[in-house]
């Protein structure tokens, strides 16, 4: 099977156990509200979820399940094209969104190919990390043209979903004790986007990963997934890794790193990852929400007192977005930025 490529090399703490475990846990949430649930039993679902596992899965969510398996054969017909094809639309420094080959989490080389598009096209963004630098720069989408129609779906996919997000948002706020619309206002300017990931099946599962352990840099993703399985969560509890099974029609949801500062530490991002196998190619959807650029993303001055200070200072999401981008292209010598940066000791 040809000689093991170090790139894609996991150091030995970092390498999978691909033994499959059934764990129990991860909450599998109904959004549909009949007149016999009370929206405060939801919301406290989702607030013990956020709380516990940092991740869900939802059902009845409202993104048409036709429109969920449109998206699924959009990316496999995309992904089985040539790379000649494929390549017309690749991205690179200048611009970030299109097809790659090459991304690495933690500067390892992911096992994956990705497409990925804006929401808002174009958006507007920093044109550089350095805080110094008042330069914007505008990001536009590049779209293949084939397969035929794939615009079309991703990008009615990813108007159904970002739906989804602020309703889930409104409920995460109404979990924190706060109005339904406290975080509207941080969405205007959205820099929010969606990829297809393709992880191909991998002759050396146990020592490369399709996603190296990373933490989700926005507010929330919501991420469709096949049948195939991979997705894991770093338990809160014990630190085990955790499949999030695959459930016919379901969404899985996490909270990324901003609600994590914005709810001070109520909710915590959590660690995840995804594992190959060498057998069945797998895709996933995730959508990631994102704010406008010159939100400064800071613990939510309704959550802090001072028996609770804020234990973040505040950061400018552009500016940390445009840092962590820069890491995605090259194997970098130091680690990428971190809202650990920004932590109050
Ligand atoms: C990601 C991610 C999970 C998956 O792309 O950030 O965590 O199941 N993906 O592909
Ligand atoms: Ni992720």
Redesign the pocket.
Known sequence: MGEVDQAFIQSIEHRPNLDTIEIEGIPLIDLSLSHTTDINVLVSKIGTACKNWGFFQVINHGVPLELLEKIKVAAKAFFDQTMEEKRKVKRDEVNPMGYYESEHTKNVRDWKEVFDFLIKDPSFLPASPELEDDEMRTLSNQWPENPPQFREVCQEYAREVEKLGYKLLELISLSLGLPSNRFNGYFEDQLSRMRLNHYPPCPWPELALG?GR???AGAL?I?AQDDVGGLQVKRKSDGVWAPVKPTSNALVI?VGDIVQVWSNETYESVE???VVNSERERFSI?I?IFPSHYVMVKPLEELVNEGNPPKYKPYNFGKFNMARNRSNYKKLEVQNIQISDFKII
């Open positions: 996603v990373h933490k989700d993703t991420v996490n995840h990852r995804v995730p990631f």
